[in-house]
């Protein structure tokens, strides 16, 4: 497992690469609630990794553990192959792992496009006074951004509402913003909470379809966090299952759907 | 013409002036609170702040040189340079930016996420503090900045509006301050390189998301630390900007630090978060207390001056809490 070379081919014949994020013996306290107990598990290159369990279970703990927002009491961080050092989340935001929000952050003053510009902000290289003084350059990097933006807003099919005001959208919409917003980064890794949460079948369908493209188009190494057994198992090469912060399962949709202690931890719990 | 009309318009035009250092005042506040969500009650004081400071710096005075020489036993006032004011104003803008760092630094990052009430404590704090530091470092005596300004009456403006009066004898055209109409132009510029600094550079953008959402704006990789930096020091220069044009009118003096109290019922008007408000806001105010005292001072026995700006907030507050441009409130239930 810890081999970064090695890797595996999914069912559906896509390569698997070696190991990008590791996540070693990870404890996240706070005060006397135990989110995170001592879990590992890797993600790999060009993996859908999924990440499910009940309410409360210590889903998105972990999330924002891997994005920084979290800082474990225990337990360390591989990127690369590298141990992290405590990072702040725009540091990792500035290593290439871009996130989704399970209660949806957006710039809700701006409009969709200047929303999904804001995921460039790491490319805009020309400082202020170069910015003032040598309009060419700037203007060039404004236009190279400008089409990055462009095909992510094409290829997630919100061309009609670039111009709108995120306020305004609904629910469904704002989620695919978001989407848009972290794709713009061109992350090595993205991390996505709930991206289907609230949404109906058809909003869900499309969805799934975006994710499934950006990891195949792209490449994108995707780790989610989704309720949805049925979209679990469509989308996911590999899943980590928890319950009450302890990882109770790992492995292929089919292995972690026929574990014992999963089916025990979702019979009878109440999840949505 | 009728005499009421033309001085009527006169009283507007002065009252329009006064209102664009209202603005200049409230458009610091409204910076830094959209930015980081602090009500910056030091934003006067920085404006005093940073006219001492210039001040200092132009005529050569040795700061803090009362407490060197009470400890010292020496007797050092000045350098015995003078300083071209271009040059004065750029090193104070390095004095004001090296004090937002150390606001940043040492106070606000450990109050991240604290309710505003504390943040607007501990701004009490910094304005009481940093008069104190205005007082050490430069001594509290008035001092008259000088940084080239024109000033007097604008006896072109005179001249070229006195036709107006068509034939009133007693209108000699309008009496407009030159150093108002300088501050005029000084304000606009200013405000249109604000605007244009948040809407197309990096760092402009970074700050409108920042303002927007502090979690979506650490996500794609934006440092909060330093994006507040940049506003506390942009919120410097602008009351750099004030305290040059105040301080080239009355004078430097403490008494410039409750300016900041004006402000108040501007941001009042033009809501907390509205760069266009804090504009229109700081003239409403300026216009409403200039025409109100030129119509009912006279009745209400003079000085309405001094509370107008008050009470029309207060109706304001009852009528349209949000202000001028703020979207409405609606409470979810
Ligand atoms: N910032 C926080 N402060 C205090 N407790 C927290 C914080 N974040 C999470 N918790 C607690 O940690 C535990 C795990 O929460 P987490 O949000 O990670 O669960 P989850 O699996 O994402 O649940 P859900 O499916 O409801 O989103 C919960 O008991 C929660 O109350
Ligand atoms: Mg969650």
Not at chain 1, 111 to 118: P, Q
Not at chain 2, 58 to 78: C, D, E, K, R, W
Not at chain 2, 176 to 195: C, N
Request: glycine fraction near 10%.
């Amino acid at each position: 497992m810890l081999d970064a070379s090695e890797g595996y081919t999914t069912e559906d014949g896509r390569k698997i690469g070696g190991v990008v994020m590791e996540m070693k013996n990870i404890t996240l306290r706070f005060g006397g609630v135990v989110a995170i107990k001592d879990i590992s598990f890797d993600i790999r290159e060009g993996e859908i990794r999924a990440i499910i369990g009940p309410n409360g279970a210590g889903k998105s703990s972990m999330l924002n553990v891997i994005s920084g927002f979290y800082v474990p009491q225990e337990g360390e961080v591989f990127f690369h192959g590298k141990k992290r050092p405590q990072m702040r989340p725009y540091e990792v935001a500035r290593q290439g792992i871009a996130r989704t929000f399970q209660n949806i952050a957006l710039f809700e003053g701006m409009s969709v496009l200047d929303n999904v510009m804001t995921g460039r902000l790491n490319y805009m290289k020309t400082g202020l006074f170069q910015q003032a003084l040598w309009k060419g350059k700037a203007e060039q990097e404004e236009t190279e951004n400008r089409e990055a933006v462009e095909k992510i807003i094409d290829f997630l099919e919100i061309q009609h509402i670039r111009k709108t005001p995120v306020a305004r959208l609904p629910y469904g919409l704002k989620k695919r913003v978001e989407l848009a917003r972290a794709l713009a980064a061109e992350p090595k890794l993205l991390l996505l909470d709930e991206p289907m949460a609230g949404m109906n079948v058809e909003e869900k369908e499309d969805m799934s379809r975006f994710i499934l493209d950006v990891n195949d188009e792209f490449g994108t190494t995707i780790a989610l966090i989704e309720h949805d057994m049925g979209v679990v198992m469509d989308l996911s090469d590999r899943v980590v299952v928890m319950d009450y912060g302890k990882k109770i399962g790992d492995g292929t949709p089919d292995e972690v759907r026929s574990n014992q202690a999963v089916i025990d931890a979702y019979l009878g719990v109440s999840h949505d | 013409m009728p005499d009421s009309l033309l001085f009527g318009t006169e009283v507007v035009l002065n009252g329009l002036m006064a209102g664009v250092l209202y603005a200049l005042v409230a458009l610091g506040f409204v910076l830094i609170y959209k930015a980081s969500g602090i009500f910056n009650y030091a934003q006067g004081v920085m404006a005093l702040f940073a006219a001492m400071t210039l001040y200092g710096i132009m005529v050569g005075q040795v700061p803090f040189s009362h407490l060197i020489n009470a400890i010292f036993g020496t007797h050092i006032h000045h350098f015995g340079w003078e300083i071209p004011a271009i040059l004065a104003i750029i090193v104070t803008v390095v004095v004001m930016v090296a004090f937002a760092w150390l606001v940043q630094q040492y106070i606000f990052r450990h109050l991240v996420g604290q309710e505003p009430i504390i943040l607007f404590m501990a701004t009490i704090g910094l304005a009481y503090f940093l008069e104190g530091v205005a007082d050490l470092m430069w001594g509290s005596e008035i001092k008259a900045l000088d940084v080239g300004l024109p000033q007097g009456g604008s006896f072109w403006i005179e001249e070229n509006t006195q036709w107006l009066g068509m034939g009133n004898e007693n209108f000699y055209g309008f009496f407009l301050d030159q150093l108002d109409l300088i501050a005029t132009v000084i304000a606009a510029v200013l405000v249109i390189a604000l605007v244009a600094f948040s809407q197309y550079t990096k760092q402009g953008r970074a700050m409108r998301a920042v303002a927007d959402d502090h979690q979506a704006a650490l996500s794609v990789g934006i440092n909060l630390n330093f994006i507040w930096v940049l506003v506390w020091s942009v919120a410097g220069f602008v009351a750099l900007v004030a305290g040059i044009v105040w301080g080239s009118k009355s004078g430097v003096q403490f008494s410039l630090s409750l300016i900041a109290l004006k402000a108040l019922p501007v941001l009042m008007l033009g809501g907390f978060t509205s760069i266009p408000g804090a504009i229109v806001g700081g003239l409403i105010i300026g216009v409403g207390e200039k025409l109100f005292e030129f119509a009912l001072g006279p009745a209400l026995g003079g000085a309405t001056e001094n509370w107008f700006a008050y009470v029309l907030a207060l109706v304001f507050l009852v009528f349209r809490p949000q202000g001028l441009f703020g979207e409405k409130i609606i409470e979810r239930v």
